[in-house]
């Protein structure tokens, strides 16, 4: 299964190689108060020492620490010694997977001239905390004191593992309303679209749930050769994994939006945010799709709209159906979570803020009776589906769905932030 395999054995033998290790700075006595920085907050030294990593700039450290600081390094019980310029001349440039980090600061505590903080660097491969002392030297604040450790860790084997384990376990398939059919796994969505001139596939899920998919579609008496066009949420594997194969076994056509049929083509590889961790065999798509472009098979039409933060062509799709003599606005939205990403300083992708905000807001502005999404814990698939009765009123139509949901995300996306402090912004104003 592609190389998947290979990079898990990697990922495992590194793992043994579980490296912990400690940065000590410590301050000589004559701090000197000369800096170019007007730092009448702690986390000013803090936010130019994040821009150190995010720019390569040695200049930052220069800065954000008293500049005749010294710098212990303990490696495998082997002290090195470093001062401030030492320091800084090892930030050169940014790291290849510089736009992947996320910093945060975790903990500060401040009073009076003295404070403390505690901070982490979440690099794919490694996370980093530093346990800082700050104080005011000359009425600015400097880091006098840091102790740094890291831990191997692999992002991509961790998000594959989750899927893997939690997400991809039988579902009972069901008619979700009107011609539209619930066929994913208890955690990602795959849905069916029945037409009389051929079925619609929006997402198969990664490629092991395929035959879970297909077995779904079975179940419910429908063939998957009949599916006939392919659609997309986003191109990430655990939602389009499955197409190549499947486009193999049904000839069906895949659609989807041009930044993401890229992602697609080259099968999740070069992510914003992913590198190339989670890749799927690469899929060519047969149309791209623009935004408010409509896809019609059988008398059914589905417009798209483009959503994207989560990845640049994350496209949400709605459509009309009719149920029980009533027509109902049903919308496919695209995932919208953004908040494990680097937003701010992120070189990949500088506007996915700004996307995601504006995703966000377009989203807002429609209506939906009927809310679903990628993942099925979004629109509480398992608890609507225990709610289905004969007679009774639909579970899944539920017009405050939207609204609920778009308000979680943008919290989502305002407490993570807030977590990365806003660096580039904060560093801009002062
Ligand atoms: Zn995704």
Not at 1 to 6: G, L, P, V
Not at 56 to 62: E, Q, S, T, V
Not at 89 to 94: E, G, L, S, T
Not at 272 to 298: C, N, S, T
Request: aromatic share 8%; charged share 25%.
């Amino acid at each position: 299964m592609f190389d998947r395999e290979r990079k898990v054995q990697s990922a495992l033998k590194r793992r043994t190689t579980k490296g912990v290790f400690l940065l000590a700075m410590m301050l000589s006595p004559c701090a000197s108060a000369q800096t170019k920085v007007k730092g009448a907050d702690p986390r000013s030294p803090i936010e130019l020492y994040f821009q150190a990593h995010a720019f390569g700039d040695g200049d930052y450290i220069r800065q954000a620490f008293a500049p005749d600081a010294r710098i212990m390094f303990m490696e495998e019980d082997q002290p090195k010694q470093w001062n401030t310029e030492e320091f800084a001349k090892r930030f050169q440039q940014p790291a290849d997977d510089e736009y992947r980090r996320v910093r945060r600061i975790e903990r500060l505590d401040s009073s009076g001239s003295a404070a403390s903080a505690v901070v982490t660097l979440n690099y794919p491969h490694v996370q980093f905390t530093d346990h800082l002392s700050l104080l005011k030297v000359g009425g600015e604040w400097k880091i006098v004191s840091k102790v740094f450790y890291a831990n191997r860790r692999n992002a991509g084997e961790e998000a594959i593992d989750e899927i893997q384990r939690e997400w991809s376990l039988p579902f009972e398939p069901r008619r979700i309303v009107g011609n539209i059919y619930y066929v994913g796994t208890n955690a990602i969505s795959s849905f069916l679209i029945v037409t009389p001139a051929g079925n619609i596939l929006l997402d198969t899920g990664h490629v092991e749930m395929l035959p879970l998919v297909e077995g779904n579609i079975n179940k419910l008496g429908f063939n998957p050769r009949d599916v006939k066009l392919l659609l997309n949420s986003h191109a990430h594997f655990d939602h389009c994994g499955g197409f190549a194969e499947f486009k193999r076994e049904t000839g069906a056509a895949v659609l989807a939006s041009r930044l993401d049929g890229d992602l697609m083509s080259r099968g999740g590889r070069e992510d914003f945010a992913w590198g190339d961790d989670l890749a799927y065999e690469p899929v060519k798509p047969d149309r791209i799709i623009g935004d408010g472009e409509h896809v019609e098979l059988g008398g059914v039409a589905l417009m798209a709209h483009l959503t994207p933060g989560h990845t640049r062509g994350c496209t949400s799709w709605s459509m009309r159906v009719e149920e029980g003599g009533k027509s109902y606005d049903v919308l496919f939205v695209c995932g919208l979570t953004v908040s494990l990403y680097k937003l701010t300083n992120n070189v990949r992708y500088p506007a996915i803020v700004e996307d995601e905000r504006n995703s966000l807001r377009k989203l807002h502005a429609m209506h939906a009776d009927v809310m679903l999404a990628p993942h099925a814990f979004y629109f509480d698939l398992a608890g609507k589906a225990s709610r289905q009765k004969p007679g009774a009123t639909n579970p899944f139509v539920d017009p405050t769905e939207l609204a609920r949901h778009l308000a979680e995300m943008e919290k989502d996306l305002d407490d993570s932030l807030q977590a990365q402090e806003r660096q580039r912004t904060a560093i801009g104003e002062k």
